[in-house]
């Protein structure tokens, strides 16, 4: 077949429209299967996040869930998890520019749930620790510290003083959870499957937590209302909403509200009860009051049935009279 120059062109459009079918991943068209997460305990958390992207199989079309992950691999999974791109300047001895991990341990030293070991390196290719994993999760939740429920786990007395508090606060978060035997295994390495679950409910928890309540806003909040002596019923929700404000502030946070304030929602939560109790009273009388007048009215009433019974019979008494008197006439 003889090509022409618009033959040419058509057949380099198909070539150009092959070359690119063949650079795009399979995952542009469908979504990936792992191969050997099928009956895994996490399988439905893992296909997910394959599904979404936050993470990736293997070449050969495997997971390997019960592997374990390393550093450097957790950071960037929870980057792409959490959406984190800003970068940070770093300079830890054993991440080199221009290694694939370099951008991942900026990124996370940014977002402030990282900042490596004391001897200046952050140990990149190392499997993460279920500890390690733990404060990294709490840090971006900004979870309060917990030793104590850290404590309850059979190996809790051995859980190093670091990172007990925050491990504790994923436990209460239902974060993480321990093993069937009861114990938390602190510094054994977090597996793949585990890590893929830890951070898909830290994900979650981010998600629903309610928004921090900061002492300025508190602050504000109170000295808001009007003084206790002009307060009335109508700002009553004013000051519920106050008072739930500094009961869900931290011990660190409550501390930063004036203790003129503090003060102040005390005096207006009493000022707020006695006019509950004043108009509950009030509402009473009133009832009351509406009461006694119906009793009234029914007396009245009664009365008047009386004295409407008492007449009809003397006019009934009367006509009588008047019937003898006309049979006496015939």
């Known amino acids: 077949m003889k090509i022409t120059r618009k033959n040419h062109k058509f057949v380099s459009v198909l070539s150009i429209l092959a070359i690119l079918f063949t650079l795009m991943p399979v995952s542009a068209f469908a979504a990936e299967s792992m191969e050997d997460i099928s009956g895994h305990w996490a399988e439905n958390q893992i296909q997910d996040w394959v599904d979404s992207g936050h993470i990736k199989g293997y070449p050969d079309g495997s997971f390997k869930p019960d592997n374990n992950i390393t550093r450097a691999e957790f950071m960037t999974i ?19 520019d221009g290694s694939w991990y370099a951008d991942a341990v900026a990124i996370a030293k940014a977002a402030g749930y990282i900042t490596g070991y004391p001897d200046g390196t952050m140990k ?11 404060v990294m999760v709490a840090k971006i939740n900004e979870l309060e ?22 491990i504790g606060a994923c436990v209460t978060a239902e974060i993480l ?48 209302l009007p003084v206790t002596e002009e307060l009335t019923l109508d700002d009553q929700d004013a000051v519920a909403e106050a008072k739930l404000m500094l009961e869900a502030l931290t011990a660190e946070q409550a501390a930063l509200v004036t203790d003129e304030n503090k003060a102040k929602l005390a005096a207006a939560i009493v000022k707020i009860a006695e006019l509950a109790d004043a108009a509950g009273q009030e509402e009473g009388q009133d009832e009351s009051d509406q009461e006694e007048g119906q009793d009234e009215s029914d007396q009245e009433e009664g009365q008047d049935e009386s004295g409407q019974t008492a007449a009809g019979q003397d006019e009934s008494d009367q006509t009588a009279p008047d019937q003898d008197n006309s049979d006496q006439t015939a």
């Open 78 to 96: 929870a980057n792409n998890a959490f959406g984190y791109t800003e970068k940070e300047e770093i300079s830890y001895s054993d991440v080199a």
């Open 124 to 134: 990149p290719n190392a499997p993460i620790s279920r500890q390690e994993a733990a």
């Open 145 to 166: 510290s917990d030793e104590a429920a850290a404590g309850t786990f059979t190996d809790g007395a051995n859980i190093a003083s670091w990172s007990k508090g925050l």
């Open 177 to 224: 959870t321990g093993y069937p035997d009861g114990s938390f295994k602190a510094e054994n390495p977090i597996k793949r499957g585990e890590s893929v679950v830890t951070l898909s409910r830290a994900l979650d928890y981010t998600n629903t937590a309610p928004t921090p309540v900061t002492a300025d806003e508190v602050n504000t909040a109170i000295a808001a």
